[in-house]
């Protein structure tokens, strides 16, 4: 049962223009949503978050908007720069026992930003 | 500071040969797990562990073993290796506040034949 899904495996941009990147979710006690970027033979790395009480958050160029009522996240990448070329995983968590939280991922989409 | 590090990069087992994965981080850092990524799967939690001398399971630990004997390094153990277990491992580590979070380390490409 798949609680985080990326529909897109593949996205192609130009360079200067917008990526958008989405994600849907079927767990509501989600309370936690994250970005992560994968570049090739490397670990993925944590690149923006916003909380379930925010519908956006915004780190240069990198904007998060989360539409709870319909259970999508979407990521925003605005001007894309070749460098953002990877692959994008969407993660969801939720409070789990201890005080911790539990991570989901998505399947991850590739992004190729074309010069 | 390294980060979290795992060796080997590569690894080619035959079925039935069991072997360890390495990990360690120097951030010291109580969460640390493992995670195994598949195509068109995502990143899977196969075991985790909240601090020394306290392990978990995942979503998918059949066939794998950790321990955690320090706060630096938790390895990964396959017992006898099945071309099922072919994926990429991953280890990651957090502070126990911010498990969603997680530091990565580049991860060993697993081949099972």
């Known amino acids: 049962d798949q609680q985080v899904k990326q529909n897109s495996p593949s996205l192609s941009v130009q360079e200067g223009r917008i990526s958008i990147l989405n994600c849907d979710y079927t767990?509501?006690?989600?309370?936690?949503f994250l970005w992560y970027k994968k570049y090739p033979a490397e670990g993925p790395t944590f690149l923006i978050s916003?909380?379930?009480i925010k519908d956006k958050n915004e780190d240069g160029r990198f904007t998060v908007f989360l539409n709870k009522s319909a259970k999508h996240l979407s990521l925003h990448i605005v001007p894309s720069q070749p460098g953002d070329s990877a692959v994008y995983f969407c993660?969801?968590?939720?409070?789990w026992g201890g005080g911790y939280q539990k991570v989901t991922f998505g399947t991850g989409t590739k992004l190729q930003v074309i010069p | 500071n390294a980060g979290v590090t795992q060796t080997p990069k590569f690894q080619v087992l035959k079925t039935g040969q069991s072997m360890t994965l390495q990990c360690a981080q120097d951030?010291?850092?109580?969460?640390m797990s493992w995670y195994r990524q598949d195509p068109g799967m995502g990143l899977r939690l196969i075991h985790y562990?909240?601090?020394?001398?306290?392990?978990d399971q995942g979503e998918v630990p059949n066939g794998y073993n950790v321990s955690r004997s320090t706060t630096e390094d938790f390895p990964l153990r396959l017992l006898s290796a099945a071309p099922s277990q072919t994926s990429v491992y991953f280890c990651?580590?957090?502070?126990?506040?911010?498990?969603?979070?997680?530091?990565f380390g580049p991860g060993t490409r697993l081949t099972v034949l």
């Open positions: 990651a580590s957090s502070t126990l506040g911010s498990t969603d979070t997680q530091y």
């Open positions: 951030m010291n850092h109580e969460y």
């Open positions: 562990s909240v601090g020394a001398g306290i392990t």
């Open positions: 767990n509501s006690m989600f309370d936690y």
């Open positions: 916003i909380s379930s």
């Open positions: 993660a969801a968590s939720t409070p």
